[in-house]
Each structure stands twice: as structure tokens, then as C-alpha cells.
């Protein structure tokens, strides 16, 4: 590689839309039609442009406070010193690089993309080549939208859920824990039970379900006993953050499990920011859990890799938590994805495209691999046009 240095790096707020209204979930009002991606891009001396979103530096910055971190982490620095690579493979962050990546894991993306492109290979050989021939992906778009359509209340999930099948979809996770705030417990789970056995039965045998409580059952064992014991004929993948994460409690969903010969996963991580925090340590050590899910743009890939050197040998499956990182999220997910031996399925919003290039071909519910350099996309310029008026761009 020559020394190209990174002369310009913009970052612009992109609403990305959902094909639907989202309902609630467990604890949270309506997700909505849209969330805001802050796209970061930098461009180094040949034209070639790394890309990666900074929303989780933006939930507490402000454009000004961002566009100061871009400089002093970004600005003028050459593109090989942004990673480590031993034999074509990253073996970790580049000189005086790891204090930016620390709490920004979605700047590694960037890195991995930019370098990528630079180099002209894809940021999946950079990851240490591809496992999989494709990435497995699933509807994540599946909230509490008996809420948005309450004359027609479970059936709207399942025709929901339905319309994914057509879709070409071939996994699909169901929002329950409506006990949790918006329903008295009882009724909650009730109301739960037939949104999984209507989608059940309007998807066939052949989807996997996945099922996601955002720890509504918390406080609520014999609720949840009850809850198990009826959808486990409908045959659920696996079962995620169904109370807050402890040891006991975990001990105890294992043992429902058991007692209703469920072979479901149990799942969780998401909330973790600094992972592996201690309990989830605990819960690895003490096989408690099945997969764990910080997120894939929040930690990024020099986090996962981390991630999964301490997951070796424990069994625990690599489950990326990617809602809330639209258009975006899905491309940086399919590289890992591609790359991560343990990696189950993508958690995918089914955000409308606007201003990146074609995502790669879906077959028969999984993505196929890029093929191009970096990510393996683009900013598609005519599509960005319209958000370029709330550009904000930086120079050297
Ligand atoms: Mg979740």
C-alpha cells in the first residue's frame, strides 16, 4: 500500500426507512417508519472511501463534538496505519488507533473498509476469509403490531410474518413480553402464546422462529413456565433475553427447557456494552447461554474478533444484535457474518436502501457474499444527493 492519508471525512444524518410501521415492544413505545443513520465516510488521497455509521457516538454528541473526534482520530492519517495485518489478515488495531476504536467499534468497520478498498481486497479475507458460502439472515420487523391493528390483534403478526415468507424470508423474530408494560402479566402472556402459534401456523414448519422478550418475563417464572410449555411444539430456534441476565434465573430457564424438551437456545447480550462484562461471564462459564449479542456496529469487528477469541472452545454462538443500525447494519453484518466460524443469523430491519449500493443477491432466506473490496459497497451518490444539504464535511 503507498502512503495515502485520509484528506476529507463527512459526516450526514440519513433517514432510513422501514417498509412498515413498527409497533412496540416489551418496554418502548412505536419504533416507527424511520431511523436516523449518521454516516461517516472517509475519503483518502485515490478516491477510495471507507464507510460506517457513527450512531451510537451521536445518542450523547452533537454534530460538533463528532466532527471534532472524526478530526483528531481520522483527519490526515495514513490509511495503513489504521489497522494491524499480519499475512493479509487484521491482527488488530493500527499504531495509536486503539484509543479511538475503544468506545467506537464502528470506526473498525470504517478501517476494515477502507483498507479493503485500498488494497482491493475484501474486508472478509481481512477478517481471515470466508466460512460460509452465504448469510443466513431473519425479519427482525416483527414488534407488537397487534397494537397497530388491535380489530385484528395476533392475526396481524401472522399475516405480518406470512407476507415475510413471500418476501423470501426463512426466519423471522417475534417481539413478545407484552405483559411487561402494555398488558397485565397474564393477559401479556396470553396474547404472546397466540401470536407464536398463529405465526406458527401461517408460516409452516419450514421458518425458524425466533422469539424475543426484552426481558418481560421478568419476576414472572411461573408466567413463564406457562409460556414455554405452549410454544414449545412450535418448534422456537431460540428464546432471547426472556428476564434480565443472572445466573439463577438463567439456571432456571434451563430447567423449564428441560422439563418441556425444548432444544431452543437461550440468548443474550445485547444490553452488554463493555462485553464480556462479569455476569455474562458468568452465564458463559456455566453454559447458561447459547449465544451472545452485542452489537455488530456498536463493537465492531476488532470487538467481535475479541469477542470470539474469548468464545472459543465454550460453545456459545456469535448472535449479533444489529436493530437500529438500518441499511447500514446489514452490510457491515454479512461481512461478519461471512467470516465468523459460530455466527447463526442476521437480525435484518428490511431498511429501504437510499443511499448505498444494491445489497448482494438474496436466495432462499441468506444473503450472498460480496464480492467487491472493503464491504463490498458504495455510497450511490445520486440516491445520497438529496441528504448532501445536511452534509457536514471535514479537510485536511
Ligand atoms: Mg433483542
Known amino acids: 500500500m503507498s502512503s495515502e492519508i485520509i484528506e476529507s471525512v463527512f459526516l450526514t444524518p440519513i433517514p432510513s426507512s422501514y417498509r412498515k410501521e413498527l409497533g412496540k415492544n416489551a418496554y418502548i413505545d412505536n419504533i416507527g417508519m424511520q431511523r436516523l443513520e449518521w454516516v461517516v465516510c472517509a475519503r483518502s488521497s485515490s478516491g477510495a472511501e471507507g464507510i460506517s455509521i457513527a450512531n451510537r457516538l451521536m445518542r450523547e454528541g452533537t454534530v460538533e463534538s463528532t466532527l471534532a473526534y472524526l478530526k483528531s482520530a481520522l483527519l490526515g492519517r495514513e490509511v495503513e496505519q489504521l489497522l494491524e495485518i499480519s499475512e493479509g489478515v487484521v491482527t488488530g488495531a493500527g499504531p495509536g488507533m486503539?484509543?479511538?476504536y475503544r468506545r467506537n467499534g464502528w470506526m473498525t468497520i470504517l478501517a476494515f473498509d477502507l483498507v479493503g478498498k485500498v488494497q482491493g481486497v475484501s474486508a472478509i479475507d481481512l477478517l481471515g476469509g470466508p466460512k460460509h458460502d452465504s448469510v443466513p439472515a431473519y425479519d427482525t420487523t416483527l414488534y407488537f403490531q397487534d397494537f397497530l391493528n388491535p380489530s385484528r390483534g395476533a392475526q396481524q403478526v401472522a399475516d405480518e410474518a406470512y407476507q415475510a415468507l413471500t418476501d423470501g424470508w426463512r426466519a423471522v423474530k417475534l417481539k413478545i413480553g407484552r405483559g411487561g408494560r402494555w398488558m397485565l402479566p397474564e393477559a401479556g402472556m396470553e396474547r404472546d402464546i397466540d401470536v407464536v402459534l398463529g405465526v406458527r401456523e401461517a408460516v409452516g414448519s419450514d421458518v425458524k422462529i425466533?422469539?424475543?422478550a426484552n426481558f418481560g418475563y421478568d419476576n414472572q417464572f411461573d408466567l413463564l413456565d406457562r409460556f414455554i410449555k405452549e410454544v414449545t411444539p412450535a418448534d422456537i430456534f431460540w428464546f432471547e433475553e426472556m428476564i434480565t441476565h443472572s445466573v439463577d434465573g438463567y439456571k432456571q430457564?434451563?430447567?423449564?427447557?428441560?422439563?418441556?424438551?425444548?432444544?431452543?437456545l437461550l440468548t443474550c447480550g445485547e444490553v452488554d456494552r463493555d462485553p464480556i462484562s462479569e455476569i455474562f461471564q458468568d452465564l458463559i462459564d456455566g453454559g447458561l447461554i447459547d449465544g451472545y449479542q452485542p452489537d455488530i456496529v456498536g463493537h465492531g469487528y476488532l470487538g467481535w474478533m475479541d469477542i470470539?477469541?474469548?468464545l472459543a472452545g465454550t460453545g456459545v454462538r456469535t448472535i449479533p444484535h444489529n436493530f437500529g443500525n438500518g441499511s447500514f447494519g446489514t452490510y457491515a453484518s454479512i461481512i461478519w457474518g461471512a467470516a465468523s466460524e459460530t455466527y447463526v443469523s442476521l437480525e435484518d430491519e428490511r431498511a429501504i436502501p437510499c443511499y448505498l449500493t444494491a445489497l448482494p443477491e438474496f436466495i432462499k432466506g441468506a444473503y450472498t457474499l460480496p464480492t467487491g473490496p472493503g464491504l463490498g459497497v458504495d455510497i450511490d451518490y445520486s440516491g445520497y444527493a438529496p441528504h448532501s444539504k445536511h452534509e457536514n464535511r471535514i479537510t485536511v
Open 253 to 264: 430457564m434451563r430447567e423449564i427447557l428441560a422439563k418441556y424438551g425444548s432444544g431452543a
Open 308 to 310: 470470539e477469541r474469548q
Open 210 to 212: 425466533y422469539v424475543d
Open 98 to 100: 486503539d484509543r479511538w
